[in-house]
């Protein structure tokens, strides 16, 4: 646990990050004012640094640890499933989700705290978060090459997303408010970074991950570095100008996650306003309008062990996933939902 202080006015915020997920110490970067559309990336198509010849190949070496240290992500990409082992400083990728963790083969170590990967089972993104850099790979006979590497990445990028509808990689800088956005051709591996947005708002806030829903993006609430009020942005992601943003308590304002399953929505609280763990927790509601009155249910001690820090959840082929921080051998969980109700649930590493 690390903790990282911020004046907030004339008061002092007091912020508790674990994971990694701790804003530095420096003040928050970026653009003064929020743009809406893009930078010149559009225009340059920015290739980034090619990796070519012996560096790039990946050897897929078996992974050393036997345990996870603070796992971010759980991922299925194709028909392999992917783990972003967090202060392991690893990707680590296997066909079978019952393997055990040693028979698993290390997509990189090269990565610095990686959250997240992305991919559409040709070319893969992971977020080197503590590097401010997005790595490249690509899929080539059952290997993996490390194929391209771009810097300068805003601020911690935390949050990766491939998209099918749109056809786009989707990677957010946590502490800048910054989309950036990622595309290769059909029939080309070699990606481009297309465009980068400011999201109005979130410039000057610790925003951890985000959910595209149709033609919308919804991003958490996340930890005010200005004294604004925490909040759910919903925009379109055509184009991220907001929609509409839903107010949340303190007390759950520090979100890690967001998920919809039916007709509820699954949220992972990682700390309070203040940044106190303690408050970690999930939560579920039937609509966002009601988090502001505390109309939303706690479902963590429930269905869970609880007492840790749920992180990321996600959905993969109609099976629940959950990874979490401080509860040995319960990092990650497998759980359904049907009809309002929690079922299955099991830790699996």
């Known amino acids: 646990m690390q903790f990282r202080n911020y004046v907030i006015g004339a008061l002092f915020l007091t912020v ?37 010849g012996p560096q790039a190949a990946v050897s897929g070496a078996l992974n050393s ?22 202060y392991h ?13 040693s028979d698993w083969h290390v997509l990189t170590g090269d990565a610095v705290q990686p959250h997240t990967i992305a991919g559409d089972g040709t070319v893969y993104l992971v977020d080197d978060t503590e590097q401010n850099r997005v790595l490249i790979f690509v899929k080539k006979g059952g290997r993996f090459y490390h194929t391209q590497t771009f810097d300068d ?6 949050y990766s997303v491939y998209d099918p509808g749109t056809d786009t990689f989707y990677v957010l800088s946590s502490m800048t ?7 290769h051709a059909q029939g080309d591996t070699q990606m481009k970074l297309t465009a980068v947005h400011t999201i109005a708002g979130m410039e000057k806030s610790y925003i951890r991950s985000f959910m595209v829903e149709g033609g919308d993006i919804y991003f958490v609430s996340g ?7 925490p909040c759910i942005r919903r925009c379109r992601l055509s184009d991220f100008t907001l929609i509409k943003e839903y107010a949340v308590p303190d007390s759950i304002a520090g979100m890690a996650g967001l998920m919809k399953s039916g007709d509820d929505w699954y949220i992972t609280v990682s700390t309070d306003l203040a940044g106190s763990q303690d408050a970690a927790t999930i939560i579920r509601t039937k ?46 969980w497998k759980f359904k939902t049907q009809g309002g109700k929690v079922l299955d649930v099991r830790a699996l590493f």
């Open 287 to 332: 609509d966002l309008n009601l988090l502001s009155s505390g109309r939303y249910e706690d479902i963590y001690s429930r269905y869970f062990i609880g007492g840790g820090t749920p992180y990321y959840i996600a959905s993969e082929d109609g099976v629940c996933y959950l990874t979490e921080h401080r509860i040995p051998g319960h990092s990650i």
């Open 223 to 229: 930890i005010p570095l200005d004294g604004s009020r």
């Open 153 to 158: 990445i805003g601020n911690r990028p935390h």
């Open 65 to 86: 640890y036997d345990t996870l240290s603070v796992p971010t992500c759980i991922r299925k990409i194709g028909d392999t499933w992917f783990i972003a082992d967090c």
């Open 16 to 52: 508790l990050l674990f994971c990694g997920c701790g804003a530095k110490d420096t003040a928050v970067s970026g653009p003064a004012e929020a743009v809406t559309g893009s930078t010149e990336a559009e225009e340059s198509g920015s290739a980034g640094t090619m990796i070519s």
């Open 89 to 101: 400083n690893q990707v680590i990728y296997s066909d079978d989700l019952s393997a055990p963790l």
């Open 177 to 183: 408010g910054q989309m950036y956005l990622f595309r």
